[in-house]
């Protein structure tokens, strides 16, 4: 069964690549701004990054929780407006480049105008004392664990949980109980900070429904080790006795990384999942389906099986493909969730088991413009789509558009030139836009891109290299970027090709 999809089309733009006054964006007016553009030009869907608290790296797909939110998207000029700032707490703002994110110097100012917040809501304790408790005691399925997680951790240097000590890292009831009774204030205000970002993401999402734009969010399949989740649930992961992975997740040699890739994350111990009725499974998709509208899930070939790799192992070289349980889950999620909101990240060396899975629950799959000049017989290309599939011109992932087009190969370029009826001789800077419109024009049926292909930004703009350490998840969006003249073409492209 196909999920019910509209044909519609959308630009990919995380959150903390939005303009703002503060160093990173935020939930703020830019926020609802870039929500008004999208909505003007009938461009329907805006894809974003997952929303989790990150750590070391800054990156959205290792994080603290997968069900909390970053504290760092938090909107200052809201908390003024809610007497949760006063005037003077913005008044001297440091000097943050506005090209992009210096998490080093945002970091530690955000998280002290969250502090003083904290202190005002503290003294006063009116009717949002009660909103507070109420979310509290609706959340506290996963904010109990998460808030008490963050505040040992804060207790502890910031360091990751397999260096606490042994009591707390084996979760003892005592210790539990006296960190609870201990670290009290530390844990409250991490509970705090959850119920501020997300009172500031509700509204913003209600608001992009009212505009009549749906938001797709990414939900990565693996959690990072150094999560609240596999330190209050070690028994869902393959964990030793003193609670360390004993293998862990990645991918194995290929053409682009002769070592294969080592992500380092535990992994999920499907028989027990099962055993429990998938309930950790359930509640994550709940929460995330509270938080979006639709689910991207990322890579979702781990679903059908995944590349075990012995922990202490320093390369992926001598791994092994383990089945995995994924049609028992997503049976489940239907059975109990009804039908799912959910597009499979397909990408890389699909088997036929992947395919099969992502034809039985009728998920669309991904199709990547970047990846589909090779030849005319490339799966990518628009002539092989069937209409269940998402085209995009890129991820974050990948270089840009203009990016790509400078350092593909020769014959890969040539033959994308041939391919959408470009002459030699066209400027770089104009190829983009006919990426964007092949895209748009195609039977799939959602269409999107980064929005530094909708600006013609080359690999200065991109936003992960996924082999380097450092200088990733930075980029900004300029703060002219949302012009008239934009906002007219995307309307247009959305008319001609039904997407609006």
């Not at 781990?302 to 089945?323: C, D, K």
């Not at 049609?327 to 109990?336: E, G, I, K, P, S």
Request: aromatic share 14%.
């Amino acid at each position: 069964m196909t999920p019910p999809f509209q044909r519609s089309a959308g630009i990919l733009l995380h959150i903390t690549s939005l303009p703002s006054l503060y160093g990173i964006g935020d939930l703020g007016p830019w926020s609802f701004r870039f929500v008004d553009f999208l909505a003007k030009s009938r461009t329907r869907l805006w894809q974003i990054l997952p929303l989790g608290p990150t750590g070391y790296g800054d990156s959205p797909y290792q994080c603290f929780s997968a069900f909390a939110g970053n504290p760092y998207l938090i909107n200052p000029n809201l908390l003024l407006l809610d007497d949760l700032l006063e005037p003077a707490d913005l008044e001297n703002v440091p000097d943050f480049p506005e090209n992009r994110v210096d998490y080093g110097s945002v970091i530690p100012w955000k998280m002290a105008l969250l502090e003083r917040a904290y202190h005002r809501f503290l003294s006063n304790l009116g009717p949002a004392r009660a909103d507070f408790e109420r979310f509290c005691a609706e959340e506290a399925f996963w904010l109990d664990d998460y808030a008490l997680f963050m505040a040992i951790k804060q207790a502890n240097g910031g360091g990751a949980w397999d260096s606490w000590p042994a009591p707390l890292r084996l979760r003892a009831p005592a210790a539990l109980a006296q960190a609870r009774a201990d670290l009290a204030d530390l844990i409250e205000r991490h509970k705090f900070f959850q119920y501020l970002f997300f009172k500031q993401w509700y509204a913003l999402r209600t608001y992009a429904n009212q505009r009549g734009v749906k938001i797709i969010g990414d939900v990565p399949i693996f959690v990072a080790y150094d999560s609240a989740d596999v330190w209050a649930h070690p028994e869902l992961f393959f964990l030793d006795e003193e609670r360390r992975p004993t293998v862990v997740a990645g991918v194995p040699p290929d053409l682009f990384s002769p070592t294969g890739q080592l992500w380092g994350n535990p992994l999920y111990n499907w028989q027990v999942h099962k055993e429990t009725g998938f309930a950790w499974w359930l509640a994550r998709i709940q929460m995330a389906l509270k938080q979006v509208d639709i689910i991207r899930l990322d890579h979702f070939r781990g679903f059908a099986g995944y590349y075990e790799i012995p922990a202490g192992a320093a390369t992926a070289e001598h791994g092994r493909w383990v089945p995995a349980l994924g049609a028992d889950l997503f049976a489940v999620m239907r059975q109990t969730l009804g039908e799912l909101p959910i597009i499979a990240e397909d990408l890389g060396v699909i088997t036929e088991d992947v395919i099969a899975l992502r034809e039985q629950f009728g998920f669309p799959g991904m199709k990547i413009l970047q990846f589909a000049f090779s030849g005319p017989d490339n799966p990518f290309l628009p002539h092989h789509f069937s209409q269940n599939c998402v085209v995009y011109t890129g991820t974050h992932d990948n270089d840009t558009a203009l990016g790509w087009f400078r350092a593909a190969p020769r014959a890969e370029r040539e033959f994308a030139l041939r391919y959408l009826g470009l002459s030699p001789h066209i400027r770089g800077k104009d190829f983009p836009a006919h990426l964007i419109r092949t895209a748009w024009a195609s039977v799939a049926i959602f269409a999107l891109g980064p929005m530094q292909d909708f600006l013609a930004l080359d690999n200065r703009a991109r936003m992960n290299y996924p082999s380097r350490l450092g200088g990733n998840w930075e980029w900004r969006m300029p703060a002219n970027a949302l012009s008239d003249r934009l906002s007219r073409w995307l309307r247009e492209l959305n008319y001609l090709y039904q997407r609006g």
